[in-house]
């Protein structure tokens, strides 16, 4: 495992480091980062790597990060606004007759995101529990889809004597691993056709048997 160099003091945000460099360095950074996510764990990555392939300063680098944990949190605020967009058919839908449509829709969009976005997703998975940052940032995503799911379920009627909060969390949490799955490339889950059937069938028997 590589170990994180200690991170230099944050510089004052008043003006970017010196140096004649016009690209957009904290862009820089988070697309470098995320291209070298493409090819090996977080914990394979160190700051040193981010600065060699991005062709930046040290200085550079702790202006707009204190860490490269900090960089991941970034990438994934990014990715994942684009997921509560996709749920948003489903949680809103009036009647009976869209109930089938709105589910699949909102699981298909999951899916696509979570393949435009496996590097970055792969990488939180995988280590939000290592970071105080990243526990906080993906148990409050991840608090924040079940949340939207339950005050769903209540409006549908929970079935049986399920808790609405639980089986909110336990459908939420059941997509983040399955989706997981397929951005790592595991059989059988990474046919998304057949994981986007499949969960749609477990929301519907489950919600609306």
């Known amino acids: 495992m590589v170990r994180e160099e200690p991170s230099s003091p944050r510089r ?14 904290r862009t820089v950074i988070l697309d470098t980062t995320r291209e070298l996510l493409n090819d090996r764990r977080l914990d394979e990555i160190a700051v040193a790597d981010i600065l060699a392939a991005a062709q930046i300063s040290r200085g550079s680098f702790y202006f707009y990060f204190e860490s490269k944990h900090d960089v991941l949190a970034e990438l994934v605020h ?5 997921g509560h967009a996709a749920a948003r058919p ?3 839908h009036d009647g009976e007759d869209e109930r089938y449509a709105t589910v ?21 998975v995988e280590n939000w529990r290592s970071d105080p940052k990243l526990t906080e940032l993906w148990l409050h995503q991840m608090n924040g889809y079940t949340e939207a799911t339950k005050a769903r379920i209540e409006q549908d009627g929970a079935p049986g004597t ?3 909060q639980m089986l909110a969390s336990a459908l939420t949490w059941l997509g983040e691993r399955l989706y997981y799955l397929a951005a790592a490339g595991v059989a059988p ?3 998304e056709e057949a994981l986007v059937d499949v969960l749609t069938y477990i929301w519907m028997k489950t919600l609306y048997a």
């Open 189 to 191: 889950f990474d046919d």
């Open 78 to 82: 990014r990715a994942v606004g684009q």
């Open 12 to 25: 004052s945000r008043r003006s970017p480091p010196a140096g004649g460099d016009d690209r957009d360095i």
């Open 104 to 124: 699949r829709h909102g699981i298909s969009e999951g899916a696509r995101l979570w393949r435009e976005q496996a590097p970055v997703l792969r990488a939180i």
């Open 90 to 92: 489903w949680l809103r």
């Open 162 to 164: 399920a808790d609405p």
